[in-house]
């Protein structure tokens, strides 16, 4: 199913001052409007087809399908995949934007995203989820509209993004910059820069087990050692797909996360929201170690926290579906629960 676009004919005026004249948002809906809606926020590289990227919790045959849910996912500012990004003809131009599409935030993605869900006429999201970037995605949504989520679904996520990650993120960014193309504006500029970006971020994804057991050579070698190949291919996979000018962009937004800035502090911003929600930390993350998520569970109201344990780090968000279908099963039932107590209470 290819991606339906939404333009945002009233242009979208950027929190570090930039402004998108007309920008447009690539979508995926699946399933009837009239069913429960659950939004899905992805994370750096993914896009809006979450039949593709989470298959397992999402699809036909998942805990989350189309018989059941109204599910909508929609690709964040700056990326390739559709939406308005760096690749994209820049208007009056007659050329992309390239080092000139504007630094954009997580705020701005969520802007993005509230501007199509008033498109599309959804009044209530059943279930919001994210993982990653689009957790922090989740969470924003979560305290500029309370009263729209009736169910946050948080995962290997943070209420600011640490100086741990954003350093990774910085490592990354350098990366691309020492390409002797980067500063070239065509589309495949910093093309080599970013496949050993792609490189460092794997190392923060993943988790000294992860490597120990996938990729250790079973003798004793002098070179073609696997963790090598292994990093090698990691980077070219994602040049087959991607373009170092969106990586770089949406890098620098999430390194903006932070719940408090011009607000007050992040504890008192976390107990604003309304939304019975789920905290999951992955027990080998080392990008969102699950103290950040404890963290969140502790100053929002009423949150409940769960632990995956996993030899994946903080890709397990990405791999253990069954796991995290079996935690957001339980949520949404003990919702229901809870919500039956109350009503046979005030019956009685």
Same mark, same amino acid.
């Given at each position: 199913?290819s991606?339906?676009?939404?333009?945002?004919?009233?242009g979208?005026?950027l929190?570090?001052?930039g402004?998108?004249?007309?920008?447009?948002?690539?979508?995926?809906?699946?399933?009837d409007p009239?069913n429960p809606?659950?939004?899905?926020?992805?994370?750096?590289?993914?896009n809006?087809?979450?039949f593709?990227w989470?298959a397992?919790l999402?699809?036909?045959?998942?805990?989350?399908?189309?018989d059941?849910?109204?599910i909508?996912?929609a690709?964040?500012?700056?990326s390739c995949?559709g939406?308005?990004g760096p690749?994209t003809e820049?208007p009056g131009?007659?050329?992309?934007?390239f080092h000139?599409?504007?630094?954009?935030t997580?705020r701005?993605?969520?802007a993005?995203?509230?501007?199509?869900?008033?498109?599309?006429n959804?009044e209530?999201?059943?279930l919001?989820?994210?993982?990653?970037?689009g957790?922090?995605?989740?969470l924003?949504?979560a305290?500029?509209?309370?009263?729209?989520?009736d169910?946050?679904?948080l995962i290997?996520?943070?209420a600011r993004?640490s100086?741990?990650?954003?350093a990774f993120n910085?490592s990354?960014?350098?990366?691309?910059?020492a390409?002797?193309t980067w500063?070239?504006r065509y589309p495949?500029a910093g093309d080599?820069?970013m +496949?050993?970006?792609?490189?460092?971020?794997l190392?923060?994804?993943?988790h000294y087990?992860?490597?120990a057991?996938a990729?250790t050579?079973p003798?004793?070698?002098?070179d073609?050692?696997?963790a090598?190949?292994?990093?090698?291919?990691q980077g070219?996979?994602l040049?087959?797909r991607?373009?170092?000018?969106?990586?770089y962009?949406?890098s620098?937004?999430?390194d903006?996360h932070h719940v408090?800035r011009? +607000?007050?502090t992040?504890?008192a911003?976390?107990g604003?929201?309304?939304?019975?929600t789920?905290v999951?930390?992955i027990?080998?993350?080392?990008?969102?170690?699950?103290?950040?998520q404890q963290y969140l569970a502790r100053?929002?109201?009423?949150?409940?926290f769960?632990?995956i344990?996993?030899i994946y780090?903080?890709d397990g968000?990405l791999v253990e579906?069954?796991?995290?279908?079996d935690?957001?099963?339980?949520f949404?039932?003990g919702?229901q629960?809870?919500?039956?107590?109350l009503?046979?209470?005030f019956?009685a």
């Amino acid at each position: 199913m290819s991606a339906k676009q939404f333009e945002i004919t009233a242009g979208l005026r950027l929190e570090k001052g930039g402004f998108l004249k007309s920008p447009v948002v690539a979508y995926h809906t699946y399933g009837d409007p009239s069913n429960p809606v659950v939004w899905v926020c992805h994370a750096l590289t993914a896009n809006s087809d979450v039949f593709d990227w989470w298959a397992g919790l999402f699809g036909p045959d998942a805990p989350f399908n189309p018989d059941d849910h109204y599910i909508v996912c929609a690709n964040v500012l700056g990326s390739c995949y559709g939406t308005t990004g760096p690749l994209t003809e820049s208007p009056g131009t007659g050329g992309y934007y390239f080092h000139d599409f504007p630094e954009i935030t997580i705020r701005d993605m969520v802007a993005a995203h509230e501007a199509l869900r008033q498109h599309l006429n959804i009044e209530k999201i059943h279930l919001l989820v994210g993982g990653s970037l689009g957790g922090q995605q989740a969470l924003e949504w979560a305290i500029l509209q309370p009263k729209l989520i009736d169910h946050l679904a948080l995962i290997a996520t943070n209420a600011r993004h640490s100086a741990w990650g954003i350093a990774f993120n910085e490592s990354q960014r350098m990366a691309i910059e020492a390409d002797s193309t980067w500063y070239r504006r065509y589309p495949e500029a910093g093309d080599a820069g970013m +496949r050993a970006a792609r490189a460092i971020a794997l190392l923060s994804y993943r988790h000294y087990g992860t490597y120990a057991e996938a990729q250790t050579d079973p003798e004793p070698v002098l070179d073609n050692y696997k963790a090598v190949s292994y990093q090698q291919y990691q980077g070219e996979k994602l040049s087959r797909r991607f373009n170092a000018f969106s990586y770089y962009r949406l890098s620098q937004a999430m390194d903006t996360h932070h719940v408090g800035r011009g +607000r007050d502090t992040v504890e008192a911003v976390l107990g604003r929201i309304e939304a019975r929600t789920l905290v999951v930390g992955i027990s080998t993350d080392v990008l969102f170690p699950v103290p950040e998520q404890q963290y969140l569970a502790r100053h929002i109201p009423g949150a409940e926290f769960r632990e995956i344990h996993s030899i994946y780090g903080h890709d397990g968000f990405l791999v253990e579906t069954d796991k995290l279908g079996d935690l957001l099963d339980d949520f949404l039932r003990g919702s229901q629960l809870q919500s039956s107590a109350l009503k046979s209470l005030f019956a009685a």
